[in-house]
């Protein structure tokens, strides 16, 4: 039974700031490296950020680098997406993601929303 479960997402002002969050369970997550996609309507998925399975090396799309932050804590099984400055081209159902040698798994995914 595994599973990534996001959270954290909401409606926001541009200029602001939240917090995404992704619990992982099912699965050893410390041998996982972990990703952040987002999807905006009408357009193809995207890659965010990712994060190695030890936290030691991170990338970021053009986009938002500078104002996203990914992170994570083996400990607590959980992966996390900082977002500041959001703009409303930020919008979209940000998706988390676990990969590991041919294994694949998807959160169900968070709707951000950056609207004055």
């Known amino acids: 039974q595994v599973q990534l479960v996001e959270s954290g997402g909401g409606l926001v002002q541009p200029g602001g700031s939240l917090r995404l969050s992704c619990a992982a369970s099912?699965?050893?997550?410390?041998?996982?490296?972990m990703s952040w996609y987002r999807q905006a309507p009408g357009k193809e998925r995207e890659l965010v950020a990712t994060i190695t399975s030890s936290g030691g090396r991170t990338n970021y799309a053009d986009s938002v680098k500078g104002r996203f932050t990914i992170s994570r804590d083996n400990a607590k099984n959980t992966v996390y997406l900082q977002m500041n400055s959001l703009k409303p081209e930020d919008t979209a159902v940000y998706y988390c993601?676990?990969?590991?040698?041919?294994?694949?798994?998807w959160g169900q995914g968070t709707q951000v929303t950056v609207s004055s």
């Open positions: 993601r676990a990969t590991r040698s041919w294994q694949n798994y």
């Open positions: 099912g699965f050893t997550f410390s041998n996982y490296a």
